[in-house]
């Protein structure tokens, strides 16, 4: 069994991303015909068990973004991350990379898989994943850290790169 850590800032769409990936069905289509209702931030913990595979499960602990101060408390027990960004919030995105570069440099992450969402990619003021790489410097951080990074362009609300995130959850659980 995997533990894993959904973290990022507030509003970035860890929770509605949580039910999605929680309804995503054995036939490896997302279930978004259950209607999803506005989500509220979440103050506290959210813990999942998704399966990921046929003997393999993932528990996915979704930390609120409010509770930043203290989610080093939660990396001890993590061998997966996965650190979701907001790409329409433009006033967010660079603080976010601070907090994305201080989280990873924790000696109790050393050695987890990391998986960057960039999310919201269906809203009209998004910015380009071009722009996300130059403000962020991808390309260094994936080169410099201990940890294996991953980025992948997703859309909690319509479900969109939900299957790379599944398969991703399950190659790691292996």
Known sequence: MCSCLLIGPTDAGKTLLL???KNYNSSNKADL?????????????NIVNLAAGKRQEVVVKELGG???PIWHKYYKKATLLVYVVDMS????????CIQFLS????PHLAKSSVLILLNKI???ATMTRKEVDCLWRLDDITRHTTQKVEVLEISAQTG????DVVKWLHNQAK
């Open 19 to 21: 039910k999605r990936l």
């Open 160 to 163: 969109q790169g939900l299957e």
């Open 122 to 124: 269906d809203l009209p």
């Open 89 to 96: 919030n433009r006033f967010q995105i660079s603080s976010s």
């Open 103 to 106: 989280l990873i440099k924790s």
């Open 66 to 68: 409010c509770m930043a």
């Open 33 to 45: 015909s259950q209607e999803t209702h506005a989500t509220i931030a979440t103050v506290g913990v």
